[in-house]
């Protein structure tokens, strides 16, 4: 028999690893992007570096552990990392198991990928929007946007989620799955900087430092993270604030109330900071969280504590006054109203319905020959290295099994 003709939509991280594992299972393999050229969106992940893969992911470092099992542990990190290797990158793994090229360019990996796509004479049509799909009995009818019409064996569906769409991915893609039949979960921004509802913005902008953040919903720690926190005049962000924004904007979406609770002196114990008050209590107080605190986060604390004049000797103030400072130092919360756009987010949360997709194979349920790879799919995983390990998981998945007679 012979092997099919297989159509990538989207050449990002998901299709080109999709492309070149069908290749090598001697599949005819076309590529149709829209974009100029290939692989723009990597290169601008990891601020430049790419962080590709995270050498301790973990099936729960995604949103559908279950998803995700087969596929991480068929092409797990260690296997992205030869899989690269054997196309000339070095990793380098830092803190927490983030994976970069020893290179530290991200454009290594898109050369590297280029390369074998050229090597193994794989067809890439770019500046090629795809605007509809169809199926008629076997075939798929692929409509380009400049009216070209394209007959696929298989299709597989490549055109990641929404966020950065200057890099190409607009959600386009979420039409021609609907084209097909398929259902969307409503995707909302992830990794994404938080509004906060807060008077003290203006005070807090442009503070940048260590704490532990938690989110919290019905009074509850839902999630807590550790590491550097920025706030803007719009709400918080830094790397910390990225990990906790997809349960935050999942819940705010449904209408649900969320806060983010700053710890800022995680390193003291309550009896710590009583004893420092004592020790300065003919100190002003603002003087007193001098060397503990962020300097210019002193005035936005003291007016929460409703402590009006800073100058205020700490031995002056009521036993109300100085419980609820000391409160604010373990547990300052700030309501959450939502998030930055898609245009600042590094992923999508939401998209094709995985009832609908085959976690062994990455092929549709619905439609024979169709598949999903990458982030078009309702997956989406934590910040360092995982959202990238699931597009080369799933794009070998998909590969693989596109490419059989
Ligand atoms: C700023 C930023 C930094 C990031 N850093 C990291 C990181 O360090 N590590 C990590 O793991 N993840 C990171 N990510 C996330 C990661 O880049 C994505 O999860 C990953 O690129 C998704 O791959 P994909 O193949 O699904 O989609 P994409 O890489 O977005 O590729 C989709 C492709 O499809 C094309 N396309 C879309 N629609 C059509 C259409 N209708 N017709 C033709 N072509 C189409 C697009 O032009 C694009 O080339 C980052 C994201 C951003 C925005």
Redesign the pocket.
């Known amino acids: 028999m012979k092997k099919p003709n297989v159509y990538i939509?989207?050449?990002?991280?998901?299709?080109?690893v999709a492309a070149i594992i069908a290749k090598r299972q001697g599949a005819n393999v076309t590529i149709?992007?829209?974009?100029s050229r290939?692989?723009?969106?990597?290169l601008?992940?990891?601020?430049g570096?790419?962080?590709?893969?995270?050498s301790l992911a973990n099936i729960y470092d995604y949103n559908n552990p279950d998803f995700v099992s087969y596929g991480l542990s068929v092409f797990n990190p260690q296997r992205a990392m030869s899989f690269f290797s054997d196309l000339g990158i070095v990793p380098k793994i830092e803190n927490e198991g983030k994976t970069y090229p020893l290179s530290e360019q991200a454009s290594s990996i898109v050369d590297v990928l280029l390369y074998e796509i050229n090597r193994l004479g794989i067809d890439v049509l770019s500046d090629?929007?795809?605007?509809s799909v169809l199926k008629r009995n076997k075939e798929f009818n692929i409509y380009l946007e400049d009216g070209r019409v394209i007959d696929a064996d298989r299709l597989i569906i490549?055109?990641?989620?929404k966020?950065?769409s200057s890099?190409?991915?607009?959600g386009?893609?979420y039409d021609?799955a609907k084209d097909l039949g398929h259902n969307i979960v409503t995707p909302f921004p992830s990794?994404v900087k938080l509004k906060l509802d807060s008077p003290y913005l203006k005070h807090l902008q442009g503070i940048k430092m260590p704490a532990i953040a938690e989110l919290i919903h019905k009074d509850k720690v839902i999630q807590s993270e550790s590491g550097d926190i920025l706030f803007g005049n719009y709400g918080i962000s830094g790397p910390t604030i990225l990990q906790l924004s997809r349960k935050a904007n999942d819940l705010f979406l449904n209408g649900e109330k969320v806060y983010i609770k700053i710890i800022l002196v995680s390193q003291m114990t309550r009896k710590d900071v009583e004893s420092r008050f004592e020790k300065s209590k003919d100190k002003a107080v603002d003087q007193s969280l001098i060397g503990m605190i962020n300097k210019r986060y002193i005035s936005a604390i003291l007016k929460e504590s409703k402590i009006e004049k800073q100058k205020t000797k700490v031995k002056d103030l009521s036993d109300k006054q100085l419980k609820k400072l000391i409160d604010l130092l373990f547990d300052w919360r700030f309501p959450i109203r939502g998030s930055k756009s898609f245009n600042d987010?590094?992923?999508t949360a939401g998209g094709v319905d995985l009832n609908e997709i085959d976690d062994q194979t990455m092929e549709s349920k619905l439609v024979k020959g169709l598949f999903f790879?990458?982030?078009?799919m309702d997956i989406d995983?934590r910040?360092?290295?995982?959202?990238?390990?699931?597009?080369w998981s799933s794009?070998y998945l998909a590969g693989i099994n596109s490419s059989k007679e």
């Open positions: 939509i989207g050449g990002g991280a998901s299709g080109l149709i992007e829209r974009n290939i692989g723009k969106k990597i601008v992940t990891g601020n570096r790419c962080n590709y893969t995270n090629s929007l795809v605007t490549a055109t990641g989620g966020a950065l890099t190409g991915s607009d386009s893609g021609l990794l987010a590094q992923v790879v990458g982030e078009v995983g910040c360092g290295g995982y959202n990238l390990q699931w597009a794009g």
